[in-house]
């Protein structure tokens, strides 16, 4: 399917994965040149791709051509969390994420291609360009930081060890009910919690030493932290580069003179996401 206005380009790209699973990878591509960069977007937890389309519009008036990635178990995805369906990090690692990533640069063969993300798709795009076969041009984040909970307030431990004991109680954890997150699925739920409580990030099923791939990851980081965003404060976007000690990193602080008076914390931007495609497109 593919839709266009007079200076951007759309199209919806479907996906199948190894084991079956499908979901539709968003694109968006400015009309008038080709893409002089192209980005792979990763949502927050529990936030569908379509949530986007403002700041993929907004890149792409800059033009960079932008992919929407979606999570397994929302929006266009086939899959739906329940007792009886369940993932984690090895199926979005090892299939879901390859898989929109090799989409993105089929559909734009001659463009660089950067990975990044919101919030837990920030620290999924680290994970991907770590241990994705051809590094990405570089890494982008947007509220995003490492969950380890001694960089947090110490009452934040206590929802590490709660979140997966509900998800295997109820056979998914039901953001929707509780307010965080979406209807997740217990093994997301179980190894975002193992990287909160421990501060490394593991896989179960997945053979490759996470912690290993990042230190190895060279590709350059552009982070926009902001101001009054407790869910992803300063110290866990420190604890998360610190984790890649030979990728250059820039950050950036957006404070709400940036965001035309609006807060700055972790999902207000997402209204009017022009500022924060502005200094992406210019950090490219």
Avoid at 63 to 79: K, N, T
Avoid at 120 to 149: E, I, M, N
Avoid at 153 to 167: H, Q
């Amino acid at each position: 399917m593919t839709a266009s206005t007079p200076d951007i380009v759309t199209s919806s790209q479907p996906l199948r994965m190894t084991d079956g699973a499908s979901a539709d990878l968003l694109i968006y591509r400015p009309a008038s040149a080709p893409p002089r960069a192209a980005l792979l977007w990763l949502p927050a937890m529990g936030v569908g791709a379509r949530h986007y389309d403002g700041l993929a519009r907004a890149l792409a008036a800059r033009g960079v051509a932008v992919a929407l990635h979606e999570w397994r178990g929302l929006g266009s995805s086939d899959q739906r969390a329940s007792g009886r369906a369940n993932w984690g990090y090895r199926e979005l690692l090892g299939d879901d994420l390859p898989a929109s990533l090799a989409a993105l640069r089929r559909a734009v063969p001659d463009s660089p291609v950067h990975v990044g993300g919101h919030s837990l798709g920030g620290q999924l795009a680290c994970l991907l360009a770590a241990t994705a076969p051809q590094p990405p041009a570089g890494v982008v984040l947007v509220g995003s930081g490492a969950p380890y909970w001694r960089r947090f307030k110490p009452w934040v431990v206590l929802a590490y060890m709660a979140a997966p004991a509900l998800a295997n109680l109820v056979g998914r954890l039901p953001g929707r009910r509780i307010g965080f997150g979406g209807n997740e699925a217990r093994g997301v739920i179980a190894d975002w919690a193992r990287s909160g409580r421990r501060g490394t990030y593991s896989a179960r099923g997945l053979r490759v030493d996470l912690e290993t791939a990042l230190r190895r990851q060279t590709s350059p980081v552009l982070a926009l932290r902001l101001r009054d965003d407790w869910l992803a404060p300063a110290a866990s976007l420190e604890f998360l580069l610190g984790k890649m000690p030979d990728a250059p990193s820039q950050v950036h602080l957006v404070s709400p003179v940036d965001l035309d008076g609006q807060a700055a914390d972790h999902f207000t931007w997402m209204k009017a996401p022009d500022a924060i495609a502005r200094r992406i497109a210019d950090g490219l």
